[in-house]
């Protein structure tokens, strides 16, 4: 494959843009080489500068649900744009896309929009501190909630309780205040509630960790925590900026039946604009500014441009049966990508749930961060290029779940596993 427009591009952005990129994991530092340049998206397939075509399993990183450039969705947005591109006063679009997300995620009894899913959870925090009046959050080792200073940070070494900043200029008497459990360790939670749980504002967590690759809640696990944050007074906060909508229509928390006191929203309500948005019970909802004290604002929420595109989007994915072909398909991939893996003699566990998937390098099941962790992550990297040469885009890293769209048809999804069967094979001959 001929990168040369990519890597001179490359070479221009890194003088300009830190890294080349607006954003780190684009950048390929985790597998080494260099991003190619998008020029195009259509349907399953991204279409780089110099000409060469790619499946896509990154989808923008969850939002293209139905595929790049659907016609619906297109269509949505060249409406809109003929009534202008931002109003900084109220429309219509923003009143139908609350009404949307509170019917098709019912314990969202409010919404309030924002415009990426780290503001959402920025929010989202702020709001269950001010709500509760206590300071202390919670979240889970290789959950990702975006770069909000309160989230970069880990598990101190001698006191669980008190985190310590994963970022220079995360403040330490801020993050003193995160504590970092590990996912899917039922005990773990239990003991920190009975030591701190009075001072808990909220339990923050991916129902289904899409940062750490792909990794679903052990049954019963959401259960114990919905039951931990009711006991001590914490609020549940499910980040669903991977698996809202996705893994359901209703979301994570419809497929696994259990009902979070907020919820936060991302770049897939948009279709590929730039939105997000935070939702739960009206009690807690009304003490946003301006109906409460708790303030929260931005010029460009509700932009009517990225209404417009994630109504389009929310109503195709409401169609019957949507959400259950695509994990059909999910699955099927994932039975190839094993059956590939075992051919070759490469051990490969998968995981998948709805349409979010993750491959590991290792023949255990993955149920845990260290576990995720553990796997052969070179193997992974080798397995990435061996794939990207043959036309098909992983995510750039080991560590990040896999998203499907409804235009993964089964050619796609056959094209995808002939690329892997020859992948594999390349990874075993090192
Ligand atoms: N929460 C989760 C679960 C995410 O995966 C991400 C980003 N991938 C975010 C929050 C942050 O969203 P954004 O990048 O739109 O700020």
Redesign the pocket.
Known sequence: MNHARSHALFERARQLLPGGVN?PVRAFKSVGGEPFFVQRADGPYLYDVDGNRYIDYVGS??PMIVGHNHPAVREAVQAAIANGLSYGAPCEAEVEMAETITRLVPSCEMVRMVN??????LSAIRLARGATGRQRIVKFEG?????GDSFLVKAGSGMLTLGVPTSPGVPAGLSELTATLSYNDFEGATRLFEEIGGEIAAVII?PVV??ANCIPPRPGYLQHLRELCTKHGALLIF?E??TGFRVALGGAQAHYGITPDLT?F??IIGGGM?V?AYGGRRELMEQIAPAGPIYQAGTLSGNPVAMAAGLAMLRLIQEPGFHERLAAVTARLCAGFEAAAREAGVPLTTNHVGAMFGLFFTDRKVETYAQATACDIAAFNRFFHAMLERGVFLAPSAYEAGFVSSAHDEAVVEATLEAARAAFRSVADG
């Open positions: 954003s990183w969850g990426s899913g780290t503001e959402a959870t959950c990702y909630h975006g770069h991916e899409g940062n980040d900026v991977m936060t991302g770049k730039p997000g």
